[in-house]
């Protein structure tokens, strides 16, 4: 899984520059995007997933609050209109 700085790195503090200071936090904040993107989302649901949840993406999950079924989003169809569950 993908790992966020804990620290941010400025540099000189006396003598940054402001275009110095907003690029270093456009960095951070490009890392801390592509890392979240990177995690599933997890859907907690009475339900099984289903194949018409094309607007999960590869890797979300899905668990059943009734049986406790666990699945995974692994894969969709060329046209993108189903997926795929594959149970855990």
């Known amino acids: ?3 966020v700085r804990e620290n941010l790195n400025l540099g000189d503090k006396e003598n940054i520059t402001l275009k110095d200071l907003i690029d270093i936090i456009d960095e951070a904040y490009r890392d801390l995007a592509i890392a979240l993107n990177k995690k599933p989302d997890i859907y907690l ?3 099984d997933g289903d194949t018409a949840d094309n607007f999960l993406s590869d890797g979300d999950l899905n668990v059943n609050t009734s049986t406790n079924n666990i699945e995974i ?4 169809s060329a046209d993108g209109s189903t997926i795929t569950w594959t149970t855990l």
């Open 1 to 3: 899984m993908a790992k």
């Open 45 to 47: 649901r009475e339900l």
């Open 73 to 76: 989003v692994s894969s969709r």
